[in-house]
């Protein structure tokens, strides 16, 4: 199943533990893992802990990671620390189910990193039965 956040902002981390938890329940899953698989190559999936003004943190910790470099990416070399940036966060997450509940840590939730919107972005979600 395929299903599309649309972004409102060039930098933006968007909570989406919600949206997981609606699918988990529509399709009645209860007991295995959930496979969530962006398929961009300018924005990433983690989980993080969103207190107020954490993303803003996240977001600012990200951009001083990556240098400033004369970056050689024929198609738009502006777009190469994002296409890092996504390398290094990463397209994919694989969490546990229990009784159609994400075993997530208390304060843990699910984020998509939008690092060159605004865009839709499509994200898999599978799950393997345990």
Same mark, same amino acid.
């Given at each position: 199943? *395929? %299903? ?8 933006? #981390?968007?909570? #989406?533990?919600?949206?997981?938890? %609606? $699918?988990?329940? &529509? ?5 295995? !893992? ?5 398929? /961009? =190559? ?7 802990? @969103?207190?107020?003004? =954490? ?9 001083? #990671? ?6 050689? /990416?024929? &198609?738009?070399?502006? /777009? *190469?620390?994002? &296409?890092? @940036?996504?390398?290094? $966060?990463?397209?994919?997450? =694989? !969490? ?12 843990? %939730? $699910? ?7 605004? %865009? ?7 799950? #393997?039965?345990?």
């Amino acid at each position: 199943m *395929v %299903r599309t956040v649309t972004t409102s902002k060039a930098k933006q #981390i968007l909570d #989406i533990t919600g949206e997981i938890n %609606r $699918i988990l329940t &529509h399709k009645a899953w209860k007991n295995g !893992i959930v496979v969530l698989f962006l398929a /961009h =190559t300018t924005a990433a999936l983690t989980t993080a802990d @969103l207190d107020p003004g =954490t993303d803003l943190d996240m977001l600012d910790a990200f951009e001083k #990671i990556i240098p400033k470099l004369n970056y050689r /990416h024929p &198609h738009n070399p502006a /777009h *190469v620390p994002s &296409h890092i @940036l996504s390398s290094l $966060i990463g397209a994919s997450l =694989t !969490i546990p189910v229990e009784d159609g509940k994400l075993k997530l840590g208390t304060w843990q %939730r $699910i984020i998509l990193v939008e690092l060159d919107g605004p %865009r839709e972005r499509e994200i898999s979600v599978s799950f #393997i039965i345990s």
